[in-house]
């Protein structure tokens, strides 16, 4: 049954993914996240039942809009795909409970400023509120080790940011501070810190990358989001081996 269940939440995933893009890509801007119904930028075609099937449909229409061909972004159906795969492990790793829950409420998360920092560089104030109540809820319906731990990793995130933010000046946005904040409460106080490492150096990496492939300039922000999205999720399934690892080797 799990297999059943693992590939049902892929395509569960995938509809979610379909549907943060949309809200990534409309709260910014103050527009409702229902109406208008999605349409081409270009000339307005109003899409259809298969052109909103999640990477079917930009399969379907081969990457264009059917009216006027304008190319859709390939980022749409990448991480319909990528939503598919991560809600189908998260249910594999923890099954029904209140863990899966969690998790799949930090991917959402992920998900929808991921989206709104590649398309606007932004990380709204609206989205995070609206996580903040539902976080702390869902962190204390779910197994946890002390009542403590997700509000000093909450702070601890928060601070830590508001540290490098206050050094960096402009190297940091004010959003990640606030993010972050809200990461600790998912992740605790120790793990915010490593995923605040993971996410530095998955940037980095991508920086070099698209630095080594042309596809930015030397100056140019990068959207700092995606990295930490990234640093997050590995965080947040793999430190626990992680520490167990650091332990064997050095104590
Ligand atoms: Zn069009």
Request: charge should be positive; include cysteine.
């Given at each position: 049954?799990?297999?059943?269940?693992?590939?049902?939440?892929?395509?569960?995933?995938?509809?979610?993914?379909?549907?943060?893009?949309?809200?990534?890509?409309?709260?910014?801007?103050?527009?409702?996240?229902?109406?208008?119904?999605?349409?081409?930028?270009?000339?307005?075609?109003?899409?259809?039942?298969?052109?909103?099937?999640?990477?079917?449909?930009?399969?379907?229409?081969?990457?264009?809009?059917?009216?006027?061909?304008?190319?859709?972004?390939?980022?749409?159906?990448?991480?319909?795909?990528?939503?598919?795969?991560?809600?189908?492990?998260?249910?594999?790793?923890?099954?029904?409970?209140m863990q899966?829950v969690l998790t799949?409420i930090l991917?959402?998360?992920?998900?929808?400023?991921?989206?709104?920092?590649?398309?606007?560089?932004?990380?709204?104030?609206?989205?995070?509120?609206?996580?903040?109540?539902?976080?702390?809820?869902v962190r204390?319906?779910s197994?946890?080790?002390?009542?403590?731990?997700?509000?000093?990793?909450?702070?601890?995130?928060?601070?830590?940011?508001?540290?490098?933010?206050?050094?960096?000046?402009?190297?940091?946005?004010?959003?990640?501070?606030?993010?972050?904040?809200?990461?600790?409460?998912?992740?605790?106080?120790?793990?915010?810190?490593?995923?605040?490492?993971?996410?530095?150096?998955?940037?980095?990496?991508?920086?070099?990358?698209?630095?080594?492939?042309?596809?930015?300039?030397?100056?140019?922000?990068?959207?700092?989001?995606?990295?930490?999205?990234?640093?997050?999720?590995?965080?947040?399934?793999?430190?626990?081996?992680?520490?167990?690892?650091?332990?064997?080797?050095?104590?």
């Open positions: 049954m799990t297999i059943v269940f693992t590939v049902y939440f892929f395509i569960i995933g995938m509809l979610i993914t379909s549907f943060t893009n949309v809200v990534g890509l409309r709260i910014p801007v103050g527009e409702s996240i229902v109406r208008p119904r999605s349409h081409c930028p270009n000339c307005g075609h109003v899409l259809g039942a298969l052109e909103l099937t999640p990477v079917l449909g930009y399969l379907a229409l081969r990457g264009k809009c059917r009216v006027c061909q304008l190319p859709i972004s390939a980022k749409y159906p990448a991480l319909e795909l990528l939503g598919g795969v991560l809600y189908a492990y998260a249910f594999y790793q923890f099954g029904w409970s899966f799949l991917t959402s998360l992920l998900f929808i400023l991921v989206m709104s920092d590649l398309a606007y560089m932004l990380v709204p104030n609206k989205i995070l509120l609206f996580f903040l109540p539902i976080s702390l809820i204390y319906l197994p946890y080790e002390n009542w403590y731990n997700p509000i000093i990793g909450g702070i601890v995130g928060f601070s830590l940011l508001f540290a490098i933010f206050l050094a960096s000046r402009q190297g940091m946005g004010a959003g990640d501070v606030k993010l972050f904040g809200l990461l600790g409460i998912f992740l605790g106080p120790l793990d915010v810190v490593i995923a605040l490492f993971v996410s530095a150096f998955v940037g980095s990496i991508i920086g070099l990358t698209l630095l080594g492939l042309k596809r930015v300039e030397r100056k140019q922000p990068i959207p700092f989001v995606p990295s930490i999205a990234i640093g997050t999720l590995l965080t947040y399934y793999f430190a626990d081996d992680w520490v167990t690892l650091y332990l064997d080797l050095f104590l």
